[in-house]
T-cell receptor
Framework: AQTVTQSQPEMSVQEAETVTLSCTYD???????LFWYKQPPSRQMILVIR??????QNATENRFSVNFQKAAKSFSLKISDSQLGDAAMYFC???????????FGTGTRLTIIP | KAGVTQTPRYLIKTRGQQVTLSCSPI?????VSWYQQTPGQGLQFLFE???????NKGNFPGRFSGRQFSNSRSEMNVSTLELGDSALYLC?????????????FGDGTRLSIL
């Protein structure tokens, strides 16, 4: 079974600084998708960024980028120019090809210090 | 485009009762997945429905069931409620074509068992 590990339960960063959240996963599959979702106190899970395993190029969405290392099974999220609105729980998630099921990590609570 | 709508937002039940939660997906989405979120177990996949058929199922007891209607709306039912069923139940919708398109989540239903 696939597993996703987020080893940082909590992180904090100064406003306008850069922070990196870690995620590792375990799978025997070669084709899959990886996602980062954020969950603010409002509860709704919001997609931050996604990566297809067959793409070598790291995904980028504005201030958010990933460092995808397929051989190491690592998928970290970098948030640049951190803003107060970035404060939330961040979940790393894995999805097999041919499946809609998401397997989530335990989450990292990100605090932004003004 | 309206997002994923879950009703009700909050529910309070007592042990032994049953409950039905509702999820209306984004227009055009044919897949609906359900997740249970608790502080202890994190986010766990319950099941996925596509075109009125359960396509995938997580490791939950038979007390948890669901269904999907022809308009893709889905309901989840939990019978003989236990204290441990207290959780945030999240619904997510997607095209269901196993493409790189992500799942979109609703705000969840907070279920409390007394």
């Amino acid at each position: 079974a696939q597993t996703v590990t987020q080893s940082q339960p909590e992180m904090s960063v100064q406003e306008a600084e850069t922070v990196t959240l870690s995620c590792t996963y375990d799978t025997s599959e070669s084709d899959y998708y990886l996602f980062w979702y954020k969950q603010p106190p409002s509860r709704q899970m919001i997609l931050v960024i996604r990566q297809e395993a067959y793409k070598q190029q790291n995904a980028t969405e504005n201030r958010f980028s990933v460092n995808f290392q397929k051989a190491a099974k690592s998928f970290s999220l970098k948030i640049s120019d951190s803003q107060l609105g970035d404060a939330a729980m961040y979940f790393c998630a894995y999805r097999d090809f041919g499946n809609e099921k998401l397997t989530f990590g335990t989450g990292t609570r990100l605090t932004i210090i003004p | 485009k309206a997002g994923v709508t879950q009703t009700p937002r909050y529910l309070i039940k007592t042990r032994g009762q049953q409950v039905t939660l509702s999820c209306s997906p984004i227009s055009g989405h044919r897949s609906v997945s359900w997740y249970q979120q608790t502080p202890g177990q994190g986010l766990q996949f319950l099941f996925e429905y596509f075109s009125e058929t359960q396509r995938n199922k997580g490791n939950f007891p038979g007390r948890f069931s669901g269904r999907q209607f022809s308009n893709s709306r889905s309901e989840m039912n939990v019978s003989t409620l236990e204290l441990g069923d207290s959780a945030l139940y999240l619904c997510a919708s997607s095209l269901g074509d196993y493409s790189n398109q992500p799942q979109h989540f609703g705000d969840g239903t907070r279920l409390s068992i007394l």
